[in-house]
C-alpha cells in the first residue's frame, strides 16, 4: 500500500516536472509572458543632465530651501511673494515658482520653493545670470 502511494506520487511529481519543464522552454522561446515583461533596455549614452534636458522646449524644476529665523518668516514670505510676482510679469526671466510653502513638520521655520525654468540648464543659467546682474539695492 505504501509503494502504491509513492508510486503515483512519483509518477505526479514526475509529470509536474513535465509541465514546467515545458512552460519554462515557452518563455524562453519568447511566449506570451516573456515579451511583455522582459526587455532590454538601450544603454544610454548622453549625461543624465543632457537627458533631462536635452530638447529646448523642456523644463528643468528645482528645489529651494530657505531657513529663516521665526520672528523674520512673516516678512520673508511677504518679500518672497513680492519677488515672485516680478519674476512672473517679466517675461525675460524663463522661470516660474510652481509651489511655494513652509514647512510645520521636520525642519521647522523653512521655506520651500519649487521652481520652473522653461528651456532646460540654459534657462537656469540664463535666469542666474540675468539675477546677478539685475540685483536690487
Known sequence: MA??????????????????????????EGGWFHSPVVSQAAARKDAHSNLLSKRETSNLY????????????QDYNRLEAEVQTRLHEDQDYPCEVVGSWNT????????VHLWRYRGGYPALTECLKKLNINKVE
Not at 502504491?4 to 524562453?28: C, E, F, H, V
Not at 528645482?62 to 518668516?73: W, Y
Open 62 to 73: 528645482k528645489i529651494q530651501f530657505h531657513n529663516v529665523k521665526p520672528e523674520c518668516l
Open 104 to 111: 510645520w513638520y521636520g525642519e521647522q521655520d523653512q521655506a
Open 3 to 28: 509503494h502504491a502511494a509513492s508510486s503515483s506520487a512519483g509518477t505526479g511529481g514526475r509529470k509536474l516536472l513535465t509541465s514546467l519543464s515545458r512552460a519554462t522552454r515557452r518563455l524562453s
